[in-house]
């Protein structure tokens, strides 16, 4: 079975301070992890994913997370928050062994404060 | 390229009233999925079709039904709109049906039914 815990459903930061949204996940599989963004009244966007090349992955914006396999982690951090980062932010996990399946987190909107 | 077109972007239906919401995607993307998001519930996959001819099931399917009538288009149908039914719709498409791939989504039909 899959799912997938985002630890808060709002986090609230000031601008220029670090960013941590954290996810845990469970699978049967070895999963495959993404973090998407959500604007406003928007569509979602790709922020990154895991593919299993690499633990720590970089992804737009200056956002990225790191895959721990130990904790069944995949927290997203940003150095420092900028205004146009407050959106929604989803963390998916996909696999596609014996039918395809997707489960989203339930999100976590971010805040940034002036 | 427009990418994922979605319309209508806004429909009031009264309940046991029908529609269809369309889909598009000129990426010549394989497969494509439909998605409900709730308040506080993430993305649920409705229904998808890994390729042109074939539709599955996702974690809610019910009170819908889906045609895929090309590699382009991917239309969701309700037949007798319920109240429980109110919510915003996402279409999305990936190149292929790898759990890897990234999903890009439509701007989202706004449904409410009354």
């Known amino acids: 079975a899959q799912s997938v815990t985002q630890l808060d459903s709002h986090v609230s930061v000031s601008e220029g301070t670090p960013v941590l949204l954290r996810c845990n996940y469970s699978?049967?599989?070895?999963?495959?992890l993404f973090w998407y963004v959500q604007h406003p009244n928007k569509g979602l966007q790709l922020l990154l994913k895991?593919?299993?090349?690499?633990?720590l992955v970089k992804g737009i914006n200056g956002f990225e997370a790191e895959f721990k396999k130990s904790e069944t982690s995949f927290h997203l951090t940003k150095p420092s928050a900028h205004m146009s980062d407050a959106a929604e932010y989803f963390c998916?996990?996909?696999?596609?062994?014996?039918?395809?399946?997707?489960?989203f987190g339930a999100g976590t909107r971010l805040f940034v404060k002036a | 390229n427009a990418g994922v077109t979605q319309t209508p972007k806004f429909q009031v239906l009264k309940t046991g009233q029908s529609m269809t919401l369309q889909c598009a995607q000129d990426?010549?993307?394989?497969?494509m999925y439909w998605y409900r998001q709730d308040p506080g519930m993430g993305l649920r996959l409705i229904y998808y079709?890994?390729?042109?001819?074939?539709?599955d099931k996702g974690e809610v399917p019910n009170g819908y039904n889906v045609s895929r009538l090309n590699k382009r288009e991917f239309s969701l149908r309700l037949e007798s709109a319920a109240p429980s039914q109110t919510s915003v719709y996402f279409c999305?498409?990936?190149?292929?049906?790898?759990?890897?791939?990234?999903?890009?989504f439509g701007p989202g039909t706004r449904l409410t039914v009354l």
């Open positions: 999305a498409s990936t190149l292929g049906g790898s759990s890897y791939n990234e999903q890009f």
């Open positions: 699978s049967s599989y070895s999963p495959s």
């Open positions: 895991y593919t299993s090349a690499a633990t």
């Open positions: 998916v996990v996909t696999r596609n062994t014996g039918g395809f399946k997707t489960i």
């Open positions: 990426m010549n993307h394989n497969s």
């Open positions: 079709s890994a390729s042109e001819g074939t539709t």
